[in-house]
């Protein structure tokens, strides 16, 4: 069977693998750097480990990265250096295309120049977003980039009328889809999540036309996102099952690695955006987030439990861990589980605890 390869010749499902082992040992780096800092400071009590934002890098790994984008830069600008500039000049490759376009518009029209223009300018925008990650904070906006100004009103002359059949009127945006659909997406990531969101968001709102349902591009970008976020249910949101008496020891291997697991949970929880539930029918919530569903409302249960009987404080302690529990089931629509828990603290009316969450 013939590899699955991207647009760089790469085995799709190697590189996704390789990628996925490089970043599983880049966070438990980061994550004993981390511990070994709270260790220091005296305030590993204080810390659940698996909500740690990975985003959190140490001055060392800031450096390396700078340098080799510094690196990466400085290469970029030898790629066409022995081209000519009517084969690498994007709007000298533009203006032969607009002249066809405008002086030969049937055989232009007949040789479906618009389906493959956004191929052929391909390798010279890629050129220039390079650098580009529409998942950080501060990231440039495509829309004052060179190529983009460029492309934005190809085609497209004074007086003229836009036609709804043409198909390469706006390509600009589709180069933008297309990047952010092989950014390495972490849903794990509180900081790249919002900025996947509302980078969506902005497109949707600037590009009505060209950001919809029927078009390709979406469709790809929407099922790539829809795929990182099955993979990261299905490979990192697990509980593992010990005995009770293993996880007595709280200084030891599998407790530390069960409280990382939970908060690894939370923390995806969290990060989905709440539209993402609201499609949702019935009282149930997304099948691969049922598991968690049902250790959240055994943990109510447990918590309910164990204040019997128990001192004033320990009570109000477990009253609101039972509320975060709560507010954590009803973000992702978990009304069955709702419903449970409320039978178990004996409440008739699940609105009290609808009240509590919000």
């Not at 590189?15 to 981390?34: K, V």
């Not at 220039?128 to 990231?139: A, K, S």
């Not at 439990?305 to 302690?317: I, K, L, Q, W």
């Amino acid at each position: 069977m013939a590899p699955n390869l991207d647009s760089f010749g790469r085995d799709r499902a190697a590189y996704q693998e390789h990628s996925r082992q490089r970043r599983i040992a880049e966070r438990e780096a980061r994550r004993t750097r981390r511990r070994q800092a709270r260790e220091q400071n005296g305030k590993r009590a204080e810390h659940n480990e698996g909500l740690s934002s990975d985003d959190e890098e140490t001055s060392t790994d800031i450096t390396s990265f700078n340098m080799e984008k510094d690196r990466i830069i400085r290469e970029c600008k030898k790629v066409f250096e022995d081209v000519v500039e009517d084969f690498h000049s994007l709007d000298c490759i533009k203006s032969h295309f607009e002249v066809w376009r405008r002086e030969y518009a049937d055989c232009y029209r007949d040789a479906y120049i618009g389906l493959c223009l956004p191929r052929l300018f391909n390798p010279l925008v890629r050129l220039q977003l390079i650098t580009w990650n529409p998942l950080q904070g501060q990231c440039e906006n495509f829309e004052y980039m060179l190529w983009f100004e460029s492309l934005l009103f190809y085609g497209f002359e004074e007086h003229s009328t836009l036609q709804k059949g043409d198909g390469d009127i706006s390509p600009a945006a589709c180069y933008c889809r297309e990047v952010l659909a092989e950014q390495v997406w972490d849903p794990l990531s509180s900081s790249q999540t919002a900025s996947l969101v509302g980078f969506i968001h902005r497109l949707m709102k600037g590009y009505p036309t060209v950001l919809h349902g029927d078009n390709r591009y979406t469709q790809e970008l929407l099922k790539m996102i829809v795929l990182r976020t099955r993979r990261t249910l299905d490979e990192d949101v697990f509980l593992p099952l010990y005995p009770k008496i293993v996880l007595e020891n709280k200084n030891s291997g599998p407790y530390l690695f069960y409280q990382r697991q939970f908060w690894s949970c939370v923390k995806v929880v969290e990060c989905i955006p709440v539209h993402w539930f609201s499609g949702l029918k019935g009282q149930q919530t997304l099948p691969q987030l049922e598991p968690f569903c049902r250790y959240l409302t055994h943990l109510a249960n447990s918590l309910h439990r164990s204040s019997f009987g128990a001192p004033d404080v320990e009570r109000r302690t477990a009253k609101d861990q039972i509320k975060e529990v709560v507010r954590m089931l009803g973000h992702m629509k978990a009304l069955d589980h709702i419903i449970t828990v409320a039978a178990e603290l004996g409440i008739k009316d699940i609105k009290l605890l609808l009240e509590a969450k919000s």
